[in-house]
């Protein structure tokens, strides 16, 4: 979503040239936010985007309400996705660390709310500025600035851009997210259909008539969702028609929000540096995390698992990094200190270790090469 918004305003002050009020307008119709625990981007250096998922179901109607399951079923908000955009400018580099949503973290000033711990996505139910606290406070990431996206500004921005591409081998389906793709090839996706692929946690595909499960939950999608962001990306920098322009940006107030510090000059200098980017150079990983047969209070969650994850962590934001105040608990449910990592020191990932979750999606980079043969990826129409 972001990278198509920058994409998209490029194309506006190539294009129009002289729509500078144009811009500042739709601009001024996206709803702001206010993050108090964010911190100002210092010259030069990478900016840190948290982007949320949120699974509120504000704004949906009909057949996408009943999908995802109404607001009289599903209260309140959680935060479905959580990643972090590492934007460098000097390497002109994208890296996106997803952190999974059942991550045990440590709620230290939020205890009374929540908790001494509890699952990360828990936090966003008092409001980003709070989940931007969590994550600053267990490891260490300094957030810059912070998008979230629900399910109808999701839908929206995908049909405004007229669907995106992806190729299925194989025959797909979620009971759950409401993904039926009853046929194998590449395939144009309406924003419902995107949003089934990018919400399935219980993905199955089928083989010679059976129906087979993924069985890796939300790492499973979050690798889906590395798939659809590349192919929405791709649908963004191939629209030139004012009319579709127009039509994304006006769709982006109906469920999109940023912090009310990222203004308009940072965004169009953003879609300078990147516009040009191959959405396949965008490196994705996901903090390494394990079970560990543990049987938790708070049902079936997962435990940042060091030193992998701190590894992970310096290889992305290196000298960025602060020490956390709050660490997330071990399977002892204590609280240590991550270990000192170095840039000049870090080691190969090492093979999960016995009763770990490590997913796929930790690989130094996920690119549709290396996808297991079930998940969709990007194509292009022929």
């Known amino acids: 979503m972001l990278i198509a918004l920058l994409s998209v305003v490029l194309l506006i002050v190539a294009v129009f040239g002289g729509s500078w009020l144009y811009l500042r307008y739709r601009f001024g119709q996206i709803s702001k936010i206010n993050i108090s625990a964010e911190q100002a981007v210092a010259s030069g250096a990478p900016t840190n985007i948290l982007v949320i998922g949120s699974d509120s179901r504000a704004g949906l109607t009909g057949g996408m309400a009943a999908q995802a399951g109404s607001t009289a079923q599903v209260q309140g908000q959680r935060s479905d996705v959580i990643m972090v955009w590492h934007i460098d400018p000097t390497k002109r580099s994208i890296t ?29 139910a008092q409001g980003p500025n709070q989940l931007v606290q969590v994550i600053e406070n267990n490891l260490g990431i300094p957030i810059n600035h912070v998008m979230q996206v629900n399910f109808a500004g999701f839908v929206g921005a995908v049909d405004a851009l007229g669907g995106v591409w992806m190729n299925f081998p194989l025959p797909a389906r979620d009971a759950y997210s409401g993904l039926n793709i009853p046929q194998a090839g590449c395939q144009l996706l ?29 790492f499973g999608r979050i690798h889906r969702q590395g798939a659809f962001l590349r192919s929405l990306i791709s649908a963004a920098k191939s629209k030139y028609n004012p009319l579709t322009i127009n039509a994304f940006l006006g769709s982006i107030p109906h469920g999109v929000a940023i912090d009310s510090k990222f203004g308009l ?12 980017i191959d959405p396949n ?46 660490p997330p608990p071990n399977t002892s449910l204590k609280t240590p200190l991550p270990p000192s990592i170095t840039t000049t020191t870090l080691a190969p990932t090492s093979p999960p270790k016995p009763g770990s979750t490590t997913p796929r999606s930790t690989t130094p980079a996920v690119t549709p090469t290396t996808q297991p043969g079930f998940d969709p990826s990007p194509c292009a129409p022929h």
């Open 96 to 124: 996106i660390l997803s952190i999974p949503r059942d991550t045990l973290i440590s709620s230290g000033p939020f205890q009374g709310t929540i908790g001494e711990f509890n699952r990360i996505n828990t936090a966003y």
């Open 190 to 218: 309406n924003g419902t259909q995107a949003l089934g692929v990018a919400r399935s946690r219980h993905f199955q595909y089928e083989v010679y008539g059976h129906w087979l499960s993924d069985g890796s939950s939300d």
């Open 281 to 326: 150079s965008i490196t994705t990983e996901t903090i390494a995390t394990t079970s560990a047969g543990y049987v938790s209070p708070w049902g079936d969650v997962l435990f940042v698992d060091q030193p992998s994850a701190q590894q992970t962590l310096v290889s992305i934001f290196g000298s960025q990094l602060t020490t956390p105040s709050t």
């Open 265 to 276: 000059n940072e965004l169009i200098g953003l879609a300078i540096r990147f516009h040009s």
